[in-house]
């Protein structure tokens, strides 16, 4: 509980809130969160460069969310510990998406990845070809069998990521319906509040570390479950005087390549999801 406080309060202090109250233990974390205690960590050379080294992993989830997603491809930058997580449907998808993925880090930050971290899975195989096709001069670091030690951070990652999606859903209070077809909208926010934290150890955010800026979200954070009532945009030509302007929706996270203030909400009537400010 000290340590999740302490992670509240330098999070908060690096940008410049201003923390009232007191700390509560959450019943929705500790029984999301509940594990065994940490493995002793090896630490090798760690890169020193932005993007040099990533580490790459995939879960899987029961059942498809409503994006018809059934995979969660996670990737983890070696130097600032930023992650990004991308939805497959299948297993298949994964050195496309990289590919894309890595392309865009060189364009657009001017980040070169060198290094992969992953096992020996037939998906990180098919990726090192392609990799190889597309002359990105990537050079793969695979683990050794039985040894997923050696891609532990990914993998601790993943725990910590997982934890944070179930005291989401939990705080939401989510039927079981929601909690499988929302799965990946979860993991996306979950992802993007993990880039902001700063504890004791790091005392910068990852995000920050990784882009020397702050993420413009972080400006505009909402509680993901909690309801909102949208304007129904379809409604406005046809609506008589007496009938309703909005629509009960429910707050999932936040739009990429949109505005900041542009959210991601659930029709809870339709079920699908739509952008609105």
Not at 29 to 46: E, G, S
Not at 143 to 154: D, E, I, S
Not at 246 to 251: D, P, Q, T, V
Request: hydrophobic share 40%; aromatic share 10%.
């Amino acid at each position: 509980v000290r340590d999740r406080e302490d992670c509240a309060r330098q999070t908060a202090k690096f940008y410049g809130w201003e923390v009232i109250g007191k700390f509560d233990p959450c019943n929705h974390c500790a029984t999301a969160k509940a594990r065994q205690n940490n493995m002793n960590k090896h630490v090798d050379n760690k890169s020193k460069v932005p993007g040099e080294r990533i580490f790459i992993d995939i879960s899987s989830v029961k059942g498809m969310s409503y994006s018809n997603s059934k995979y969660w491809l996670l990737i983890l930058d070696d130097f600032s510990d930023v992650v990004w997580s991308k939805f497959l449907t299948a297993k298949s998808h994964t050195a496309r998406t990289l590919v894309t993925f890595i392309k865009d880090l060189k364009a657009k930050h001017q980040v070169t990845v060198k290094y992969i971290r992953c096992d020996n899975a037939g998906e990180n195989k098919a990726l090192e070809k392609a990799c190889l096709t597309a002359g990105l001069g990537i050079q793969f670091e695979y683990t050794a069998p039985g040894t997923p030690q050696q891609n532990g951070r990914v993998e601790r990652k993943f725990a910590t990521l997982y934890a944070r999606v179930r005291a989401m859903m939990n705080h939401a209070s989510l039927t079981a319906t929601l909690r499988h077809g929302l799965w990946a909208e979860a993991a996306a926010t979950a992802t993007r509040i993990e880039n902001t934290i700063v504890t004791k150890d790091k005392l910068t955010a990852p995000y920050v570390r990784f882009f020397g800026k702050e993420p413009e979200y972080v400006r505009n954070l909402r509680t993901f479950g909690e309801i909102g009532v949208v304007l129904n945009h379809a409604q406005q030509k046809i609506r008589g005087k007496l009938a309703d302007r909005g629509r009960a929706c429910l707050f999932l996270g936040y739009s990429a390549n949109h505005a900041v203030d542009v959210y991601r909400m659930l029709n809870l009537e339709t079920r699908r999801v739509i952008h609105t400010r």
